[in-house]
């Protein structure tokens, strides 16, 4: 499992730099660039260098694909937010949040090296999911473009979902592991789907349900689906039984029917989403800009700074990925995908290498969760679903989304140093036989 990331490491920190010596050029940028670039390198090969001390046998490619990945989204916030009035230091308040975040990680690093002690923690963490999901509720939570996601501490403005999130996996990997034989075996069934006894499946389904139920009515479509679709994927992936795959399936179309009869702001998205044309300055005004963008941005793209999709409302958080393929063409837009294809195979690569079905199910749900965000926001500014308003991980501006997201990275660090070890520990043993038997 020991990779020298060294390589891809030092092409990210050169690729962030070249974006920054451009905007200098293109915008005429003054020193703030360099700044801000220098920041960035700054943090990142400190983060790069503690890790690699402090989890000798990890995957830290991870790493290097998350220095690629928040350095580009850096240089575009820069670049959507320069001198435009009453937004000039997003690409301030970005960089703190990727120090704060790279600061996250190092705490999930020095603390959870022995991870798996967060499973005996797996019902505090659920409640404490549901809590955290269920505080926007309180005079501390408010409403942003119809939905209820946000909490403010002052200062500070987070959204709980992002946390929570990582807390059900936790819950859902410890869980699922216990009892996986019992899911995998019974001779309880609904609807022709095996279930196993109510004191097993009770604890999921609550858990589920609970945080499900109140995001719904928060209206935070794209957790929402994060939250259904990731548990799921991991019962799949811990008894491998399609029927709750089909089950689960019907049942969240079922309950997006019913979201939509319920709440117009669903409507509204989903009409946008159907016909955009229909209302191009208004309801469908975002995705119309956002499909002109690409389109404008053909193979090669405009060139950065050169694009026009600062006329997209709240690009810098829902729509970056619009800009990149506005400004970088299909080509940029491609590279980056595969940059997340890229952490996508490493971490379940991890899933694989592991070797309890905790760790498997931990670095199965978390890799899970991150590739379903990709694509559905990809899939949301490109009109191929309906757009749900959530950021691409590392690249969009979100203090809240930038931190899990480390988090996550943290998480699936520790549990690919426990796999790595186990190839050294293995030839270790194996080089100590073969010296005692020649010795005899």
Avoid: C
């Avoid at 979100?398 to 660090?413: K, Y």
């Amino acid at each position: 499992m020991t990779q020298r990331a060294s390589i891809p490491m030092a092409l990210a920190l050169i690729i962030t730099t070249l974006g920054f010596a451009t905007l200098i050029f293109v915008q005429e940028a003054k020193s703030p660039p360099l700044i801000y670039g220098a920041y960035y390198a700054g943090t990142m090969i400190l983060l790069y260098l503690g890790v690699r001390i402090w989890l000798p046998h990890a995957d830290t490619l991870l790493l290097a694909i998350v220095t690629l990945l928040t350095g580009v989204g850096l240089v575009m916030i820069y670049r959507l937010t320069y001198e435009v009035p009453g937004v000039e230091n997003l690409a301030t308040t970005q960089a703190v949040w990727i120090l704060v975040g790279s600061g996250a990680l190092t705490l999930t690093v020095l603390l959870f090296r022995d991870y798996q002690k967060l499973f005996a923690y797996k019902y505090l963490l659920a409640l404490a999911a549901v809590v955290l999901v269920a505080m926007t509720f309180t005079p501390l939570g408010y409403e942003v473009n119809g939905a209820r996601l946000w909490l403010n501490l002052g200062p500070v403005n987070l959204q709980p979902s992002e946390f929570a999130r990582i807390a059900l996996v936790i819950f859902f990997a410890g869980y699922l592991a216990d009892t996986r034989d019992l899911w995998a075996a019974t001779s309880r069934s609904f609807m022709g789907v095996q279930l196993p006894a109510l004191k097993y499946f009770g604890p999921v389904a609550l858990v589920w349900a609970a945080s499900l139920g109140l995001l719904v009515f928060e209206k935070d479509l794209g957790s929402s689906l994060l939250f259904f679709a990731v548990p799921l994927l991991m019962l799949y992936a811990a008894t491998g039984r399609i029927a709750y795959i089909i089950l689960g399936t019907l049942l969240f179309a079922v309950g997006s029917y019913a979201t939509y009869l319920l709440f117009p702001h669903v409507q509204l998205r989903v009409s946008a989403w159907l016909d955009p044309w229909s209302d191009p300055d208004d309801a469908g005004f975002q995705i119309t800009q956002s499909i002109f963008n690409i389109a404008d941005g053909g193979l090669t793209g405009t060139g950065l700074g050169e694009g026009f999709s600062q006329t997209i409302p709240e690009v810098q958080t829902d729509f970056i990925f619009s800009t990149i393929a506005s400004e970088l063409g299909l080509l940029g837009a491609t590279a980056l995908i595969l940059a997340f294809l890229i952490f996508v195979y490493r971490g379940m690569k991890i899933a694989l290498l592991a070797e309890d079905d905790g760790s498997k199910l931990l670095a199965f749900g978390l890799t899970a969760m991150f590739a379903l965000q990709t694509l559905v926001i990809v899939g949301g500014v490109t009109k191929a679903i309906p757009l749900t308003g959530i950021t691409l991980p590392f690249v969009s501006y979100g203090g809240s989304s930038v931190v899990g997201n480390f988090i996550i990275t943290g998480l699936l660090l520790v549990v690919s140093e426990n796999a790595g070890k186990q190839p050294v520990e293995e030839d270790k043993e194996a080089g100590e036989y073969a010296t005692e038997k020649v010795t005899a």
